[in-house]
């Protein structure tokens, strides 16, 4: 399989703010990538987007038809949502810290919850493809495929706008 990740631009949202599933606007203009983006990206694979409108734009000028696929959404954090994270509940937070894939924010869902749709939406994929999506989702598909363990796959990082390609063999 030939996936290449490609997060959204920078959204609009102030730092220290708590977002995931909230639907936010975008701090740039998604075609200031398109051209440094269009060069790696082979031309006749699909596209798959998060339907999140700071996903939805860039994959729009992508791609003549791109699909949306709520699966590839990112998590949702719940109650947590647009709050500033130093309002969250500390003792919460820490539960969080303390098991990251199955503390589920208040109304919210876990990472475990976000691992198994990103997973079924891979294994839906063909064996080349192209997603426009969140960290988070940029983070499970790189431990799936590339076989990254779980302490190291939660410190990945992805730079806005960026595009990583991941090979593997499908098990």
Do not use: N
């Not at 990206?41 to 339907?51: I, Q, V």
């Not at 990254?148 to 939660?154: C, E, G, N």
């Amino acid at each position: 399989m030939r996936l290449y990740l490609i997060r959204h631009p920078r959204p609009a949202v102030a730092p220290g703010i708590c977002y995931g599933s909230t639907d936010l606007a975008l701090a740039e203009d998604p075609a200031m990538h398109i051209a440094s983006l269009r060069g790696l990206l082979p031309l006749d694979a699909p596209l798959y987007s998060s339907p999140l409108a700071r996903c939805r734009r860039l994959a729009e000028l992508l791609h003549p038809q791109p699909q949306f696929d709520d699966r590839l959404r990112e998590i949702d954090f719940g109650d947590w949502e647009m709050q500033p994270w130093e309002r969250i509940d500390r003792a919460a937070l820490d539960a969080w810290a303390a098991d990251p894939l199955h503390y589920i924010p208040p109304g919210g869902e876990s990472v475990a919850m976000l691992r198994a749709r990103v997973m079924a939406c891979l294994a839906a994929l063909p064996d080349e493809a192209i997603l426009v999506t969140h960290a988070g989702v940029m983070k499970l598909c790189a431990a799936e495929l590339a076989g990254v363990p779980t302490d190291a796959w939660l410190a990945l990082t992805f730079d806005y706008g960026s595009v990583s390609l991941i090979e593997s063999r499908r098990s």
